[in-house]
């Protein structure tokens, strides 16, 4: 018998716009920021406490954080935390096609 996982459905793109969030960019931006704060605490093999205190934030902070109660920080701090970490963090913007009717800016 295998254990293996199979998904009910397959979403490609933002799983956040798939299920109807407003905000699916933001939500998508901060799932990005916590999966690389995530993966350089495993990389140098931390406990929530290092991180914590990496952060200079209370452990019951980075409890919050690392469950995905994202509602609680910003982008920006997310970005300060990886920093903080010594990751670099860049912005970039991608241009897209103006939806029908609308004349893109100059």
């Not at 929530?48 to 920006?76: C, N, P, W, Y």
Request: contains cysteine.
């Amino acid at each position: 018998m295998t254990n293996q996982f199979e998904p009910a459905i397959e979403v490609q793109g933002s799983l956040f716009k798939h299920l109807g969030f407003e905000n699916h960019e933001e939500e998508d931006a901060k799932t990005e920021l916590l999966a690389r704060i995530c993966k350089v605490m495993a990389a140098r093999a931390w406990n929530k406490t290092q991180l914590a205190h990496a952060l200079q934030m209370d452990k019951s902070d980075v409890t919050k954080l690392l469950k995905g109660d994202l509602d609680r920080f910003s982008i920006e701090r997310m970005m300060r935390m990886l920093r903080a970490l010594g990751t670099p963090v860049r912005i970039t913007w991608v241009d897209q096609p103006a939806p029908a009717g609308i004349e893109p800016q100059a």
